[in-house]
């Protein structure tokens, strides 16, 4: 389970296509690290943009007594990567304080277009957060993989969160993956589920997503033909065909976490891969990149 992140954007607000339930109460909440913790998942990825997220985490974290074990991934807000070295380390100083830990896992830039604002000191500014040991790693989430291949291009960057699915491989043929092996540097894959449009039934798919109802078709054939669920074919594509990455995953309730820790554990039937590797068209970014969606 050491390669699985649990994402918790959903503690603090609601978020994903598919998501009914709406934010967790507090009980519910505690009730996802848990089991995320007690199933062998040590890391968790938040925001300072989610909501309640990161204080939600540090009461968890402490109820739990595990704020000394756990590796926390938060991101800044997009409008503080603007301003001086003073403002970001406050930022950061009041993220660990919300979360109750005394370093971060990593600091994530949270908008791939900072990266050309680099030279204008905010390198400088990062790498103090380094030095000063609020910070373990720096990295940026990005969302094309011309950015990527930008921020792997920097030495400043270990951490590289890039969205990953059964559809959308742009970063693979791109070959970021390889690119992130030759130059020791981790990959981290968000969107598993394309924030749950993978997993949604056709009947309650927003009308400009209506393109994706034949891709999902195919996969339903697919699971039928390899008995396995729309959820595992996901999880165990991403385990098996990125071994070095890791893998974020949200959950709105705790059988969520159950759900998707166990279809991580299962074995991949023989000829899976190589023919999810063909079995779907390249899709539109207006559907590959949730930013780009109306709903």
Known sequence: MSRLVLGTAQLGMPYGIANKSGKPNFLSAIS??????????????????????????????????????????????????????????????ESLERLKVSKLEC????????????DDGLKESLQALVQRDYVRYLGVSVYSPERARQALDCNLFHNIQIPANILDRRFHHAGIFEIAE????????RSAFLQGLILMNGEDMPEEMALV???????????????????????????????????????????????????????APAGLLSELDSAFPDLSENVLNPAKWYY
């Open 32 to 93: 996802i690290v848990n089991t995320a913790w007690e199933n062998g998942i040590t890391e968790f990825d938040t925001a300072q943009a989610y909501g309640d997220s990161e204080q939600t985490l540090g009461r968890i974290f402490t109820e739990l007594g595990i704020v000394q074990k756990v590796r926390v991934t938060t991101k800044l807000k997009s409008v503080q990567t603007a301003v001086g070295r003073i403002f970001i380390h406050r930022s950061v100083e």
């Open 107 to 118: 600091l994530l830039l949270h908008r791939e277009d900072i990266l050309d604002s680099l």
């Open 182 to 189: 030759e130059r020791d540097r981790q990959i981290y894959i």
């Open 213 to 267: 109802k034949p891709v999902l078709a195919k996969l339903d054939y697919l699971a039928l033909q390899y008995r396995l669920s729309r959820q595992a074919i996901a999880l165990i594509y991403l385990r098996d065909r990125f071994m070095r990455a890791k893998v974020i995953f949200g959950a709105e309730i705790t059988e969520q976490v159950l759900q998707n820790t166990r279809c991580w554990q299962l074995e």
